[in-house]
């Protein structure tokens, strides 16, 4: 009997770290709506609760311009074109509300700030 509780148990947190972890998305989703402008002013992504991102300018390494889709899995967003030409990945926080960062998988990283 002890054992079947136990086991109840583990799945019982199990599932609730599940949910809450597919909270924090839609948490996180939220975060990035609207405009943001590199803090040098050379580039802006404005994201939408449809999942397109509109980019154009200098935006790190990257110098883009057109409408992109974007997707948020735990602490790290993913930008792909349609058609899959370009895919990129980034982890991100926030460390105020109005303040974005992206890191890459080589530690670079760009600042934006919400518009």
Known sequence: MKKQFVLVGIMLVMLTTISLSGCTNAIDKSKFLGTWTTSGGDGTMTFTNDNNVTMTGQIGDLSLSGTYTWAVA????????????????????????????????????VTLNKS
């Open 74 to 109: 735990g602490a790290k967003i993913t930008f792909t074109q349609s058609g899959g030409t370009f895919g990129v990945t980034y982890d991100y926080r926030f460390p105020t509300d109005n303040q974005l960062i992206f890191t890459n998988s080589n530690g670079g990283s």
